[in-house]
């Protein structure tokens, strides 16, 4: 049981940090995007 909590706080991790680096990429990208 313990181990299965460990498992799900750790995706939810990994989830968080997916939409962080997802969200940091489209401020990098957007701008450039619009230069061209």
């Known amino acids: 049981m313990g181990a299965w909590c460990v498992v799900r ?6 989830d ?7 969200a940091a990429l489209k401020e990098l990208i957007g701008p450039a995007v619009r230069r061209r």
């Open 16 to 22: 968080g940090l997916a939409q962080q680096s997802r």
């Open 9 to 14: 706080d750790v995706e939810r991790q990994l």
